[in-house]
Structures are given as structure tokens and as C-alpha cells.
């Protein structure tokens, strides 16, 4: 759900749970439920796997001073990780400092503007790559992943973003937005000054 509340603000819904995926807190949680039992190594390739497979076979790249600046100044997102730990949100408390670094890992996968625009065209396609003709992820799945950026991907935008543009959108910190109109396209434009 989205939080109605600033992604900056250090909250958690009535349940004391993180409002969703796309916020630091629910991201995290997320992270921490991806292959849990395997190493962090293993862990992140699949992740770049499944990107990989989602862009039609192309493979992403990986910004190392983007994940380590994330990981060394953010005492923000640290400090959401311990207070979601605190809450029990984890299944596994303390796989948190994981979950928090493969995270960050992920945030610092870097792909091209056009690549990213068949991630947008696979999920505008079922979750089927238009490159490849794989089936990449469930339909059920692709259906969960464009509502909630249809509701709540935009951060503080989401809700005026959704009256206005109508269609499921991502938007990122480096001024990428990822937009897909279920059953037609998928699309990402790109520039610094965005969001």
C-alpha cells in the first residue's frame, strides 16, 4: 500500500510491517526472502540472472562505487533496516546485514535505457520476453509487479503520477522511468534532472 507519508520518513504501517516493496524497508524484506539459504554471492547472481533474462539476454552491468557508497553513507536505509529488525520484519533477524547488502547490490545494477525498455516490453507482455519468447516470470506475478507500480512506484509521486499518466511506471534515483502499458508496450526514457 502506499505509505501517504514521504519515502524519507522512518515509518512502518499498523502492523509494523514496511508499506511495500518499492520503499527502502519493504525492498530490504524482499531481499532477505530471495534464496535466503544460499551465499550473498549466489544470491545476487540470481538476481542478475533473472535481469538478465528479463532484458532479453542481455547482461546487466554493476556500478562497484555506487554500492559502496550506498553501503558506507546511508545511515537512512541502515537505520530502517534496524528498526524493521527490531519489529521482527525479517524473517530471519539476522540475516538482516545481508539483506541489506544484497539490496544495495541490487541498486547499483546498471543497463542501458533500450535494455531497459525490454524489461518494461517483458513485463508488458506477461512476463514474456519479446527478444527471447521465454517465459520469465508468471503471469500472476507480472499481474502483482504492474499493480503495485501502478499504486505506489513513484514515491512521493505515485498518486498524482497515476490520475495523470495512467499507466504502471518506476521511476529511479539516477533519473531512469520504466513505463509499461499491459497488452502494447513497454518503455523507459532517462535523464539526470528526473525525480
Not at 519493504?26 to 542478475?48: E, N, T, W, Y
Not at 547490490?105 to 513485463?123: F, P, Q, R, W, Y
Request: a negative charge; proline letters at 7%; charged letters at 20%.
Amino acid at each position: 500500500e502506499p505509505s501517504g507519508r514521504s519515502v524519507r520518513e522512518l515509518c512502518l504501517d499498523h502492523q509494523d510491517r514496511p508499506h511495500n516493496p518499492f520503499l527502502p524497508g519493504g525492498a530490504m524484506v524482499c531481499a532477505s526472502l530471495i534464496k535466503p539459504d544460499q551465499p550473498l554471492a549466489d544470491r545476487f547472481d540470481h538476481i542478475v540472472d533473472v535481469t538478465r533474462r528479463l532484458a532479453g539476454g542481455v547482461s546487466p552491468g554493476f556500478c562497484n562505487s555506487i554500492f559502496l557508497t550506498e553501503r558506507r553513507s546511508s545511515p537512512r536505509n541502515h537505520a530502517i533496516a534496524h528498526m524493521v529488525r527490531e519489529k521482527n520484519g525479517f524473517p530471519d533477524a539476522r540475516a538482516m546485514p545481508d539483506a541489506l547488502d544484497l539490496w544495495f547490490m541490487g541498486c547499483a545494477i546498471e543497463m542501458s535505457t533500450e535494455d531497459l525498455s525490454v524489461v518494461a516490453a517483458t513485463l508488458a507482455n506477461g512476463g514474456v520476453s519479446p527478444v527471447t519468447g521465454e517465459q520469465v516470470l508468471s503471469v500472476s506475478t507480472v499481474r502483482a509487479v504492474l499493480s503495485i507500480m501502478f499504486s505506489c512506484s513513484m514515491y512521493d509521486f505515485s498518486g498524482e503520477y497515476a490520475w495523470l499518466c495512467g499507466v504502471p511506471s518506476k521511476s529511479g534515483a539516477s533519473g531512469v522511468i520504466m513505463m509499461v502499458v499491459p497488452g502494447v508496450l513497454g518503455c523507459a526514457v532517462y535523464s539526470p534532472r528526473l525525480d
